[in-house]
């Protein structure tokens, strides 16, 4: 089973709208840390947002909120008012920490956003 | 300006070609990683480091060779005996063990070719 699904392969937005995207992951470890990543076209990996399993508020950076679900094991990631310098691939991630493999990120497959101005 | 450079940002690679791939950090991050992204899909792991000559594999590293011998510097070869090597390769570093929240940043990738 995937351990990060983003079921979105491509998602589209008007300049200066919200856009959801979708991450849901699977574990059974009690302790862990999901990220989202931006990564535009020239290739570089952009760390947006962070939240823990145990944090009780959901996370947000300037424009970017993390929708955290726990229970339904999902870890959206909200974007406001958006701008065209969004248009990039969004990957969600996920850092396990016990079975030894704490030092790892496994990542989903990712989600297309384009802006529309 | 602190941060990661992988250099060279293109590599074409001959068949049957040994290949390295610089990565260098001035963060002062003990942890290095390395990752293969292929069309459509996430980041594999291929080998990563928690402190200087030291280094484990990950999930993909049958094909490729790390060092570790500087904090700075992790290079990763891609040897010959990986048969798909047409990616784009991905360095990261992160400050070291912080539990879950530990972050992972990356430098801006090199695209291998092969010829």
């Known amino acids: 089973a995937q351990k990060i699904t983003q079921t979105q392969p491509g998602m589209f937005v008007q300049e200066k709208e919200a856009v959801t995207l979708d991450c849901t992951y699977d574990?059974?470890?009690?302790?862990?840390?999901l990220f989202w990543y931006k990564q535009p076209s020239s290739g570089e990996m952009i760390f947006l947002i962070y939240?823990?399993?145990?944090?009780?508020q959901n996370a947000t950076e300037g424009r970017y909120s993390l929708n955290f679900q726990k229970a339904r094991k999902s870890a959206n990631l909200v974007i406001s008012a958006s701008q065209l310098g969004d248009s990039a691939m969004y990957f969600c991630?996920?850092?396990?920490?016990?079975?030894?493999?704490?030092?790892?990120?496994?990542f989903g497959k990712g989600t297309l956003l384009t802006v529309n101005p | 300006d602190g941060g990661i450079t992988q250099s060279p940002k293109y590599l074409f690679r001959k068949e049957g070609q040994n290949v390295t791939l610089s990565c260098e950090q001035n963060?002062?991050?003990?942890?290095m990683y390395w990752y293969r992204q292929d069309p459509g899909q996430g980041l594999r792991l291929i080998y990563y480091?928690?402190?200087?000559?030291?280094?484990q594999k990950g999930d993909i590293a049958e094909g490729y060779s790390v060092s570790r011998e500087k904090k700075e510097s992790f290079p990763l070869t891609v040897t010959s005996a990986q048969k798909n090597p047409t990616a784009f390769y991905l360095c990261?570093?992160?400050?070291?063990?912080?539990?879950?929240?530990?972050?992972?940043?990356f430098g801006p990738g090199t695209r291998l070719l092969v010829l």
């Open positions: 963060l002062n991050h003990d942890a």
């Open positions: 574990t059974s470890d009690p302790s862990y840390g």
């Open positions: 990261a570093s992160s400050i070291g063990p912080q539990g879950r929240r530990e972050t992972q940043y």
């Open positions: 939240q823990g399993s145990y944090d009780q």
């Open positions: 480091s928690q402190i200087v000559n030291d280094f």
């Open positions: 991630a996920m850092r396990e920490i016990s079975g030894g493999s704490n030092y790892k990120l496994t």
